[in-house]
């Protein structure tokens, strides 16, 4: 028998709304369902004092291709906000990610020969392919960027050492023998005007969305309504963690308001320091006013970022990808291949670190090869 929706969408950040506008605008009935009391998934903004908090954390939406940035802009007019955070060593302002403003200030040299040639010599002591995070770093960067810049932010982060973590990691990070401080290589970046609630809720307009539901404790009168169901939380939640529990890194943020117009001048600085408890200082709103306009407003949020030790039951931010989560992931992934009607996506359901623009690049291609 039909049931009342074409598809019930368990999550409505960015996987799920994007999922639920497609099937929409094909004239597929949708119903959207999510745990927590808001839509958008971590890229939720509250708005405080006329300033966009990014609450799960600093999100800059970027991407090469074309496609994707003009799907995306249908639903919000994007700032030119360019990310360039500044790392913060004992006190030392260095430029990320690694380009010449950084080697200038690091060996107060001026040409990129000079930084290549301070690199070479201190990369010699890898001489293999590199094992592990520090052997990666090392030959990627030198000691010295090496140890001020990476050894303790990484530790701090991941909370284990960097001789114990994946070389992959790392190879995220652009280094450039040019005076460029634009974290990314891509062609597009930018915030949405408005905040990116705004923008979600543009997605899913027309659609029905029912918040502050648990689809794992309400599966049966759930499963009723939909044919289909786009599942995009945890994998092994949804199987009640019958092959184990995959393991995340947790977030914890420490959010003030200061009477000061302008706290630290950048919208993100890194705490490379490893006795600093915190990994960055987020000030949200130089994501969104940039020159004069930063004074006009007298006051300033900002968030401590501390990484945390993750227990199920908390919200799960980084999935740690080594050897023994992907392959438990691998085994929930058969359970899910072989799960009748459903559909698993996104980060929480894939296991997987996700940007937000690739999300939508998948998303789009699957309804595109239809
Ligand atoms: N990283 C670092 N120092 C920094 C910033 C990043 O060593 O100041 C390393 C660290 O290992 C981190 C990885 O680069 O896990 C990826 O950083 P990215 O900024 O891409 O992480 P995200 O912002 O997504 O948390």
Redesign the pocket.
């Known amino acids: 028998m039909k049931k009342q929706f074409d598809y019930l969408v368990v999550g409505a950040g960015p996987f799920g709304a994007v999922f639920a506008h497609e099937a929409h605008k094909r004239g597929k009935s949708v119903l959207v369902i999510d745990r927590r009391n808001h839509i958008a998934g971590n890229m939720y903004c509250e708005s405080k004092d006329d300033i966009n908090i990014h609450v799960y954390g600093?999100h800059i939406f970027h991407t090469s291709l074309k496609h994707v940035w003009d799907y995306v802009n249908q639903f919000a007019e994007f700032n030119h906000y360019v990310n360039s955070?500044v790392?913060n060593y004992k006190g030392e302002m260095y430029n990320?990610p690694f380009n010449m403003n950084t080697f200038s200030k690091m060996w107060n040299i001026r040409t990129p020969k000079e930084a290549q040639d301070i690199i070479t010599k201190q990369r010699a002591a890898i001489t293999s392919e590199p094992k592990n995070?520090e052997e990666q770093?090392i030959s990627l960067v030198g000691t010295d960027i090496y140890e001020k810049?990476?050894k303790g932010?990484?530790e701090k982060?991941?909370g284990r050492k960097c001789t114990e973590l994946p070389a992959f990691?790392?190879k995220?990070?652009p280094v450039r023998y040019t005076y460029d401080n634009n974290y990314f290589n891509d062609r597009f970046q930018g915030i949405p005007m408005g905040g990116y609630t705004k923008m979600i809720e543009r997605m899913l307009e027309g659609i029905e969305v029912r918040l502050g539901v648990d689809f794992l404790k309400h599966r049966d009168e759930y499963e009723a309504l939909a044919d289909t169901i786009i599942y995009t939380g945890p994998i092994d939640e949804y199987f009640s963690y019958s092959e184990g529990v995959l393991e995340y890194r947790g977030l914890h943020f420490e959010t003030e308001r200061l009477e000061e117009e302008n706290h630290q001048g950048v919208a993100v600085v890194?705490y490379?320091e490893g006795k600093i408890p915190y990994t960055r200082i987020i000030e949200h709103k130089h994501f969104e006013t940039f020159g004069e306009a930063v004074d006009k407003n007298p006051c300033t949020i900002i968030s401590k970022e501390y990484s945390t030790e993750w227990k199920p039951g908390m919200e799960p931010y980084?999935p740690v990808n080594d050897e023994r989560n992907n392959s438990l992931y691998q085994q929930y992934k058969q359970l899910a291949d072989a799960e009748p009607n459903t559909l698993f996506g996104g980060r929480l359901a894939e296991y997987q670190?996700y940007d937000m623009a690739p999300i939508v690049e998948k998303v789009m291609d699957m309804f595109d090869a239809e």
């Open positions: 600093a955070p790392a990320l995070l770093a810049l990476i932010y990484t982060q991941w990691i790392i995220r990070l890194n490379t980084y670190y």
